[in-house]
Nanobody
Framework: VQLQASGGGLVQAGASLRLSCAAS????????MGWFRQAPGKEREFVAF????????NYADSVKGRFTISRDNAVNMVYLQMNGLKPEDTAVYFC???????????????????WGQGTLVTVSS
């Protein structure tokens, strides 16, 4: 599966953005999806997870209550709605896809075999 993330930009603190990730090349609904981010000088970190049908989601504590992950299997898209953005949310955001229904840990990057190119989100104070 190929992934293309978009929707990043420069916003002020408190603003909202919606990131999109378009998937192509395989059966999208068979993949669990995640969003990760990497700030300058820091390691890539987990942001949000959604399962195949969209019934199960999980979030990093730092974004819980502000970010919402969703997917539309009919159009092969996954989204990350980001509200109440903070300067510490500044990072390159990556969408990722993982196959297999067992033996994975949703917040580990190693559980995802496919990655998009990333989209930059910059939040000014």
């Amino acid at each position: 599966v190929q992934l293309q993330a978009s929707g990043g930009g420069l916003v002020q603190a408190g603003a909202s953005l919606r990131l999109s990730c378009a998937a192509s090349g395989s059966t999208f609904s068979s993949y669990r999806m995640g969003w990760f981010r990497q700030a300058p000088g820091k390691e890539r970190e987990f942001v949000a997870f959604i399962d195949w049908g969209g019934d199960n989601t999980n979030y990093a504590d730092s974004v819980k209550g502000r970010f919402t992950i969703s997917r539309d299997n009919a159009v092969n898209m996954v989204y990350l709605q980001m509200n109440g953005l903070k300067p510490e949310d500044t990072a390159v955001y990556f969408c990722a896809a993982g196959g297999g229904r067992y033996g994975y840990t949703y917040y580990l990057a190693t559980s995802y075999g496919y990655w998009g190119q990333g989209t930059l989100v910059t939040v000014s104070s």
